[in-house]
């Protein structure tokens, strides 16, 4: 069970956007539609921002979307804020467990 | 507002056992839902260990199974999770979460334990 595969790093200036890919295999991402996305800002605890690959969870501003192609999820930040800077991460059901993705930093120039 | 608390030792000696408590508030165990356990070894990325839901039933994470025990104890709303043969590399921040539809959806703040003698 291999980790999904994200880009290291991204970045933007304030008011673009930015998309995050999120590769994995018809065991995990392609074959479910149970993608998730994490921010992560140091030293805090994960918090969902995308679920079931596109559904935001109360309180997550609408600049945050998801989508997914295949085997390969994305997330895009449009808009890009300063309180945007973070680690990302994906996370896929991969039937009975789960697997998160490597993580990507993204930087607000 | 669901609430989640880490609590257990902050060192263990290489070879012994992990072991973390996760308290849960404003919700109760009983009604349901699966209760997971993650890990982020410093400064690297997340690990999914295990989960378990309301009735006992866990599911582990292929390479931790042979060392891993999760368990839940509803009369104390909490759940736990037990590492045996512990080396430095199972040092980690380690959270507990609930699961949501196929996703955490609350996370605890975190417990950094470190295998070191």
């Known amino acids: ?109 | 507002q669901v609430q989640l608390q880490e609590s257990g030792p902050g060192l263990v000696e290489p070879s012994g056992t992990l072991s973390l408590t996760c308290a849960v508030s404003g919700y109760s165990i009983s009604s349901g839902h699966w209760w997971s356990w993650v890990r982020q070894p410093p400064g690297k990325g997340l690990e999914w260990i295990g989960e378990i839901d309301y009735s006992g039933s866990p599911i582990y994470s292929p390479s931790l199974k042979s060392r891993l025990t999760i368990s839940v104890d509803k009369s104390k709303n909490q759940f736990s999770l037990n590492l045996s043969s512990v080396t430095a590399a199972d040092t980690a921040v380690y959270y507990c979460a609930r699961q949501g539809t196929y996703t955490s959806d609350y996370w605890g703040q975190g417990i950094l334990v470190t295998v070191s003698s």
């Open chain 1, 1 to 109: 069970q291999s980790a999904l595969t994200q880009p290291p790093s991204a970045s933007g200036s304030p008011g673009q956007s930015v998309t995050i890919s999120c590769t994995g295999t018809i065991s995990d991402v392609g074959g479910y539609n149970y993608v998730s996305w994490y921010q992560q800002h140091p030293g805090k605890a994960p918090k969902l921002m995308i679920y079931e690959v596109s559904k935001r969870p109360s309180g997550v501003p609408d600049r945050f979307s998801g989508s997914k192609s295949g085997n390969t999820a994305s997330l895009t930040v449009s808009g890009l804020q300063a309180e945007d800077e973070a680690d990302y991460y994906c996370s896929s059901y991969a039937g009975s467990t789960y697997v998160f993705g490597t993580g990507t930093k993204v930087t607000v120039l």
